[in-house]
């Protein structure tokens, strides 16, 4: 068996084997949507649109079951299944999600497992000595 890039064009020479895109469809979104009410209502369309990165919604749009918290800062995908409450965030993807991205699973809705806060770092200032 072969793997195969995700891309739109096939592998040179390979015309005739379907791309992963044509197999699964687009890769799904990373930016998260998160929930700012308990009516699932989101930040405006445009806003989610225009975000490059998780990043661009940072600070703006705190899910609601984070109001309040250390991880108040980070922005958390409304979808994502909370199994602890509120704090400390553990989450995993709903699996309505994966069936409709065939198990591929969007970077906004990985499993997370913590016991405390998320650190705020930036690659900028941040060092890491192993």
Known sequence: SSIYLCN???PQGKSDQPTAEAMYGPYPSAIPVPFLS???????????????????????YPDYRDAGTPDEWLPRDGRLVRLTGRHPFNVEPPLSVLNDTRFITPSSLHYVRNHGACPQLSWEEHTLLI
């Open 8 to 10: 739109t064009m096939a």
């Open 38 to 60: 308990k009516e699932g209502d989101g930040p405006p369309p445009e806003h989610i649109a225009s975000a490059q990165s998780y990043k661009d919604l940072s600070g703006k």
